[in-house]
């Protein structure tokens, strides 16, 4: 009788390696990015953006938004993704699309986020970022959801399985433990971010809302009571419920995608060897 | 003349036209707090939308963008109601009870008096916010979705695939998942548990994954990842580009905002970056090659909606530059202006409604409404 034995925890190849180039542009992309999160907590008083013209800025941050995240999924995707890559992505994305068209949606429930950070977790961290932003992207099309908040999402969901994807190499119980609580955090981290850009748009009131000019300090205050009142109540069942999901479908998941991995064969790597010379040519 | 240019030919209009009327109808909601100008251009989205709708899944999007907006005016007018002061107005119009709060919360007032000024602030600043959905919605339901991904440029090409492989595979899903369900309940299985959650989305994720291999080898047999004759220098330009773009963005963005000096220098760097960065994706796009079946066209309906959707937002800018004091309400109680120059110019906006071609009757309409992969290799 053979015995099956384990094969030995290596690390997959990343299927979108973030070379240096693209590791600059992310980085570069993603501190623009964070600045259209956060411009209310940089932006010094005195200039325009922060007097005459502080009504316009999340809409000029909302337009510049969709040309970053198409500049940095570009990046990362020119590494050359065969055709293995590109189709495992379409169906996660499709996967994750199907959930956020079916979940409920409401107290913040997100299954999306699942297949995103299992997705970026197995594997790799550019990977990760694709699938993140591209899960959204198709979701929104599936829903008929685009908007302005949609590149916000696709940089937010994207960062989610960047770092799911750098999350420590361990396996076993430790690594769905490690998964499920980081799962937590990206679900409430997630939430704290998407609030922040529609922090400005919201003027509930003198006392919550982002008043331009203001100090750093107290502008900082009232996003704290802005968030504690308004959407604490939905960030934190998503990440727990994410965290739950995590737990309950996580080794199944990984197994199955780490199966995929094996079966889809992307480590090995194809070797051309010339035809013998042809003596009629 | 050409078939495409005909006014009346049932085609369906590029989604680009659309995206472009509707940002120009959203760009002169930007402009004005004015509830006369907004209502009037949610009427035209609205009417146009019904016009020219489609059968297609996501035309009711729509409807769902418009109430979403009222839910937002709706969450906006009672949290204004809850946490405004009486230094808001003196027109009380009820008084609500007051909950004490703790000091750390500095200052904020929950119940307490209600002012008329106050709940209409709240209504005209939600109302410009809900105006700018609506004209996002509209464009969402006319314009296609699948159209609009053969348009994105040749350097997302591989992202760009991934997308209509999504769009092509969740229908798919859902069929799965209810037919796992119904074996399940065949068995005798109950289907209302935890355990049921996972009896049902681990085959569906199993089927997807095997099915994701399959469309690969499709995809390699059709010649997918045929790269295309980028030399190396137009690389070096386009990292050339990338970069010089990137980098003068974060330097416009710094410059945008602090305020110590080079503030007139923040908007042109920046926009000189989004160029830049424009540029390196229109050069990097050189290095896949492909052909496009049935290829949109941009002919004169085109020309006319996105024409229409930019003189209202034109015409918006321009009397925000002579007469800005109409585009606002002087105090909420007061009755709002009626510019006529902006009134017309958004009343343009209507065109579409006649101008852009009869949306084509489709014979198979519930045939094509099933997940169509072969398409996706295509």
Same mark, same amino acid.
Not at chain 1, 117 to 137: K, M, N, Q, S
């Given at each position: 009788m053979t015995t099956l034995r384990e094969t030995p925890p290596q690390r997959l190849r990343p299927l979108v390696p973030v070379r240096a180039r693209a590791a600059l542009t992310l980085a570069a992309c993603s501190l623009m990015g964070l600045v259209a999160f956060g411009w209310p907590f940089f932006v010094t008083p005195g200039p325009a953006l922060d007097t005459s013209h502080a009504a316009d800025a999340p809409w000029l941050f909302a337009l510049l938004l969709p040309l970053l995240a198409a500049v940095v999924v570009a990046e990362l995707t020119s590494g050359g993704m065969d055709a293995k890559a590109v189709a495992l992505l379409g169906v996660l994305a499709a996967v994750g699309a199907a959930l956020r068209a079916l979940g409920p949606g409401t107290a913040g429930i997100e299954p999306t986020f699942l297949v995103i950070?299992?997705?970026?977790?197995?594997?790799?961290?550019?990977?990760?970022?694709?699938?993140?932003?591209?899960?959204?992207?198709a979701g929104a099309l599936v829903t008929g959801g685009v908007g302005p908040? =949609?590149?916000?999402? &696709?940089?937010?969901?994207?960062?989610?399985?960047?770092?799911?994807?750098?999350?420590?190499?361990?396996?076993?119980?430790?690594?769905?433990?490690?998964?499920?609580?980081?799962? /937590?955090?990206?679900?409430?981290?997630?939430?704290?971010? &998407?609030?922040?850009?529609?922090?400005?748009?919201?003027?509930?009131?003198?006392?919550?809302?982002?008043?331009?000019? $203001?100090? =750093?300090?107290?502008?900082?205050?009232?996003?704290?009571?802005?968030?504690?009142?308004?959407?604490?109540?939905? $960030?934190?069942?998503?990440?727990?419920?994410? &965290?739950? =999901?995590?737990?309950? /479908?996580?080794?199944?998941?990984?197994?199955? /995608?780490?199966?995929?991995?094996?079966?889809?064969?992307? $480590?090995?790597?194809?070797?051309?060897?010339p035809p013998p010379e042809q003596p009629w040519r | 003349m050409r078939a495409a240019a005909s006014l009346t030919l049932p085609r369906a209009l590029h989604p680009g036209a659309w995206w472009l009327w509707a940002l120009g109808l959203a760009a002169a909601a930007?402009?004005?707090?004015?509830?006369?100008?907004?209502?009037?251009?949610?009427?035209?989205?609205?009417?146009?939308?019904?016009?020219?709708r489609t059968d297609d899944p996501w035309a009711g999007a729509f409807s769902a963008f418009l109430k979403l907006s009222l839910v937002l005016i709706a969450i906006r007018v009672v949290l204004q109601a809850l946490l405004s002061r009486s230094s808001q107005g003196v027109t009380v119009l009820f008084t609500l009870p007051e909950v004490p709060l703790p000091s750390w919360l500095a200052g904020v007032k929950l119940g307490g008096a209600v002012t008329a000024e106050a709940v209409l602030t709240a209504t005209y600043a939600g109302l410009q916010l809900a105006t700018i959905l609506c004209c996002v919605g509209a464009a969402n339901a006319l314009a296609s979705a699948r159209r609009l991904l053969a348009t994105v440029p040749g350097a997302l090409y591989e992202a760009g695939v991934a997308c209509v492989v999504a769009l092509s595979f969740a229908p798919q899903l859902v069929t799965d998942a209810r037919r796992i369900r119904q074996a399940h309940r065949l068995r005798g299985h109950s289907p209302r548990r935890l355990a049921g959650l996972r009896r049902t989305a681990m085959p569906v994720l199993e089927g997807?994954?095997?099915?994701?291999?399959?469309?690969?080898?499709?995809?390699?047999?059709?010649?997918?990842?045929?790269?295309?004759?980028?030399?190396?220098?137009?690389?070096?330009?386009?990292?050339a580009l990338v970069a010089g773009g990137l980098l003068s963005m974060c330097v416009g963005g710094y410059g945008l905002l602090d305020g110590s000096g080079a503030q007139l220098r923040g908007l042109p760097t920046l926009l000189l970056g989004t160029v830049l960065a424009g540029g390196g994706l229109a050069v990097g796009g050189r290095r896949t090659q492909r052909t496009r079946y049935r290829p949109d066209p941009w002919a004169l309906p085109e020309w006319l909606v996105a024409g229409s959707g930019l003189s209202a937002a034109v015409a918006l800018f321009a009397t925000a530059a002579t007469t800005p004091a109409v585009l606002t309400v002087p105090s909420p109680l007061a009755l709002p202006a009626v510019p006529v120059a902006a009134v017309l110019g958004i009343l343009v906006g209507l065109l579409p409604a006649v101008v852009a071609p009869p949306v084509p009757h489709r014979v198979g309409a519930v045939a094509s409404r099933q997940p169509r992969t072969a398409q996706v290799s295509a």
């Open positions: 950070v299992l997705g970026g977790r197995v594997f790799g961290r550019g990977f990760g970022f694709v699938l993140g932003a591209v899960t959204i992207f908040w =949609l590149p916000f999402q &696709m940089f937010a969901a994207g960062w989610v399985g960047f770092f799911a994807g750098a999350l420590p190499q361990v396996r076993g119980r430790t690594e769905v433990w490690t998964v499920a609580v980081y799962g /937590l955090v990206a679900g409430v981290a997630y939430g704290a971010l &998407m609030n922040l850009w529609f922090w400005p748009f919201a003027a509930y009131g003198p006392e919550v809302s982002y008043a331009p000019g $203001d100090s =750093l300090a107290a502008n900082a205050h009232r996003y704290g009571v802005f968030y504690l009142t308004t959407s604490l109540g939905y $960030d934190v069942p998503r990440g727990v419920f994410t &965290m739950l =999901l995590v737990l309950l /479908l996580g080794p199944a998941v990984l197994a199955a /995608l780490r199966r995929a991995a094996r079966r889809a064969a992307f $480590d090995a790597t194809p070797t051309f060897v | 930007s402009r004005t707090t004015n509830p006369v100008l907004l209502v009037l251009i949610i009427a035209v989205t609205g009417f146009v939308v019904t016009a020219r997807a994954l095997d099915r994701s291999i399959e469309l690969a080898a499709a995809m390699d047999a059709r010649g997918y990842g045929r790269t295309g004759n980028a030399s190396p220098s137009s690389r070096r330009i386009t990292t």
